[in-house]
């Protein structure tokens, strides 16, 4: 497994394939990233990889460097052959395991997902302990946030936790979490990826996945539409595995204390950020909404009523800006408060919690009534 503090070369890669594919980033930019991609490309000699970013017209085809790359893969699997055939005659089975290991890597080296996926399974056919098959998984999943394959990633971390039940070592355990984190916050589970990030705090050594900066910048992100406000207080403003990085992190720092504080004007300049994340920009709308469903509510917790007026200026947008957002969270159930136009005044009008516990129970208890009127029924029968 890569060092600590080392991203897994592949990540590093598909981040900036990302990049070049991103409308909003400058073509000045671009040009850097596409040699910083080619030079990547060329160094692990991913050929077939290759081929695919050329298709998307994301690099030009250069024949020879394609031409080169074939070479030098066909050479390097004679070689890890030749290590196995070698292995399996004159060494023992945890040298074979090794031999059969050095394949697989060679695979996902090179980008060849598929004969990587088939070379993993013979190495686990080879593999007797249960940290090592756990590796195995690590190394698939790895593949699968390389391609984003979420079939393959959730497949991977099942298969994770029924090894766990045989045994395993806490250490994996816990990186165990921070991919099923990454999983569900990349499937929009934005709940449940806080909890396993929070979780992963002070035991995190998943360095080959993101560094630790980025890790934070996650755990920030899903706490603040997962977590109340008190919640929020103690395990996230006030965590001191957070404090120590989050100034480092552009903008975090005012998202998060600006929320807290209810310093509202200064709180929607983190979003550029999430935008140029791989794993958060399929999901910028929806987060965006989330979001400000939940400094909306925070801050119409403090009045009975307040002008449209007060509030807009609260935000530094607006009254216009606010009525139609307004209008659109209260229709979605979101909000609870009314717009009246005529005097430009929101009224809010929150659910009693005991009251709607009344009648839930009445409810139910309705429920259970009649299914008990038709079983004595069947029983009269």
């Known amino acids: 497994m890569d060092s600590e503090g080392t991203q897994q070369a592949h990540l590093v890669l598909a981040h900036k394939r990302f990049l070049l594919t991103h409308p909003d980033v400058q073509d000045i930019e671009k040009v850097g990233l596409k040699g910083e991609v080619f030079s990547m490309v060329k160094a692990h000699d991913m050929a077939s990889f290759y081929e695919t970013l050329v298709a998307e017209s994301v690099l030009e085809m250069d ?8 070479t030098k893969i066909e050479d390097e699997l004679k070689k890890l052959d030749d290590r196995i055939a070698d292995a399996e005659e004159n060494l023992g089975e945890s040298e074979v395991r090794e031999a059969h290991l050095a394949k697989s890597l060679f695979y996902i080296q090179i980008g060849d997902k598929e004969k990587a996926l ?28 390389f391609y984003m394959d979420f079939d393959l990633i959730s497949k991977s971390i099942d298969k994770a936790k029924s090894l766990f039940e045989e045994g395993g070592d ?54 603040i539409i997962s977590l109340d406000r008190v919640s929020l207080k103690q395990k996230v403003v006030d ?64 009045y009975k009523s307040v002008t449209i007026e007060a509030m807009a200026k609260a935000f530094g947008v607006t009254v216009e800006f606010i009525d ?40 139910q208890g309705d429920f259970l009534l009649n299914r008990i009127q038709k079983l004595s029924r069947v029983i009269d029968l």
């Not at 024949?63 to 074939?70: A, P």
């Not at 717009?339 to 009224?347: F, N, S, T």
Request: with cysteine.
């Open 63 to 70: 024949q020879s460097v394609l031409d080169s790359m074939r």
């Open 118 to 145: 088939e070379q993993l399974k013979v190495t686990e056919s080879k593999t007797v302990a249960v940290g090592q098959k756990m590796d195995l998984v690590f190394y698939t999943l790895q593949l699968g946030f």
């Open 170 to 223: 806490w250490e994996r355990k816990n990186r165990l979490k921070v991919y099923e984190g990454l999983y569900c916050m990349s499937t929009r589970n934005f709940k449940k990826a806080a909890s396993l990030f929070l979780d992963s705090i002070s035991t995190f050594t998943t360095y080959e996945l993101f560094p630790y900066d980025t890790f934070i910048f996650y755990t920030v992100l899903t706490s």
């Open 239 to 302: 965590a001191p595995e957070i404090l120590t990085v989050i100034g480092k992190i552009p903008y975090l720092s005012e998202f998060l204390n600006s929320l807290y504080d209810c310093q509202y004007k200064s709180f929607f300049s983190a979003f550029e950020q999430i935008k140029l994340d791989r794993y958060l920009y399929p999901h910028f709308r929806y987060y965006m909404r989330e979001v400000r469903t939940v400094v909306y509510s925070q801050f119409l917790e403090s």
């Open 324 to 363: 139609v957002e307004l209008s659109r969270f209260i229709a979605a159930g979101k909000l609870h408060c009314k717009i009246d136009k005529v005097a430009g005044v929101l009224e809010t009008n929150r659910p009693d919690a005991k009251n709607a516990l009344y009648q839930a129970t009445i409810k």
